[in-house]
């Protein structure tokens, strides 16, 4: 009989000899220390809202998980939906042409049980699903990223066919644009101007049960940019971030700014510090707008997930809620065993106003 005040140093002395004191406690305190982070796997994150494909997207990517595919194979295969859709005018076939009228498609993937390992294309032309070129020069090389006519020589070599990317839709979208570009040309634009669907780069972040991650970013980059431009979507640590221990993260927007604060890495490496996605994805935008001044001229977004299935999304302009008024995120998709659904994210910043506009030098 233990007399006296019993403290635990006492009560664990005393019940020692009978086997049930610090194996017991720690065997308990274990058990409910996992029912508190017990993890939310598998897990799929998408930049991507779209509403004729969003939700087609996250399915894909959580089927190729219930098969018994690797996180990669999901993330290839989903951002493929999306590479593979005309409706889609920042991403592959059907995007936006660069300033001379054709398609430069820029993609990476990262694939962390692979020891992070990771591949690019750049400015490829002709080929409708660059990240799966991106997955073999990670796979087939001991290269990471290839450009422009070496890319394409490379994804022909290795069976993809070459096909001519822009679509009817498309080509009305640049005439349009060159139409209106100046007022001292003999180009003008028609009565009824073209308005297509609406896009944005791809990012598919992909978690499995087993905690192992990967991660794909596809684009067509800036609508209209110079021919040869490269973005952020290829760049390692800019548009894209994997690391199987801590977690991964994607960029969209404008590419250059990524580029500048190794935006996914940042975001990455601050997981890694503690922070929660959300949190991570705060600090870069914050990061962005600081080197501004407070006032970009611009927009950035990051999505991320963490090894415990943990998400996050902010952009650093966000839009305004009609029915509200009130500034909201742009947008991010999830997949997870509640199945698929969209959630806002975080803004930090409004949308540009008219005048803020008119004063981007690069218009």
């Given amino acids: 009989m233990i007399k006296g005040k019993v403290t635990r140093r006492s009560f664990l002395t005393s019940t020692a000899g009978m086997g049930i004191g610090l194996p017991l406690f720690k065997l308990r305190r274990n058990d409910f220390k996992q029912k508190l982070i017990k993890a939310n796997r598998p897990l799929i994150v998408t930049s991507k809202t779209n509403p004729y494909v969003k939700e087609k997207i996250t399915t894909t990517a959580w089927e190729v998980l219930q098969k018994g595919g690797s996180p990669l194979d999901a993330a290839e295969k989903a951002t493929n939906i999306s590479e593979l859709d005309p409706r889609d005018r920042s991403v592959g076939f059907g995007g936006a042409p660069n300033e001379e009228g054709f398609l430069q498609l820029d993609a990476s993937v990262m694939n962390g049980p692979d020891n992070n390992n990771a591949g690019a294309v750049a400015a490829l032309e002709n080929i409708k699903t660059p990240c799966s070129v991106a997955r073999l020069v990670m796979e087939r090389t001991d290269h990471l990223m290839l450009v422009g006519k070496g890319a394409l020589k490379f994804a022909k070599m290795h069976g993809f066919k070459e096909e001519n990317l822009l679509t009817e839709e498309a080509r ?116 962005v707008i600081d080197r501004h001044n407070g006032k970009p001229l611009f927009g950035l977004k990051m999505v991320a997930l963490n090894k415990n ?23 991010f998709s999830i997949h997870d065993a509640d199945g698929h659904r969209t959630e806002p994210g975080e803004a930090l910043l409004p949308p540009l106003t008219e005048a803020e506009r008119e004063s981007i030098p690069w218009r």
């Fill in 172 to 287: 009305q979208h640049w005439v349009e644009w060159k139409e209106t570009l100046s007022t001292r040309d003999y180009y003008h634009p028609p009565r009824e101007k073209y308005k297509p669907e609406g896009g944005g780069t791809i990012n598919v972040l992909v978690l499995d049960a087993n905690g192992d991650i990967a991660g794909v970013t596809s684009t067509v980059g800036h609508h209209f940019k110079i021919v040869g431009r490269v973005g952020d979507s290829p760049i390692i640590g800019a548009g894209l971030y994997v690391d199987n221990a801590i977690g991964a993260a994607g960029a969209t927007g404008h590419g250059a700014e990524s580029i500048k604060v190794s935006a996914s890495f940042l975001a990455v490496e601050k997981m890694r510090e503690g922070m929660s996605p959300q949190k991570a994805c705060q600090f870069v935008c914050q990061r």
């Fill in 309 to 331: 299935g943990q998400y996050g999304c902010c952009a650093v302009r966000g839009i305004i809620d009609e029915k509200t008024g009130n500034v909201t995120g742009l947008g």
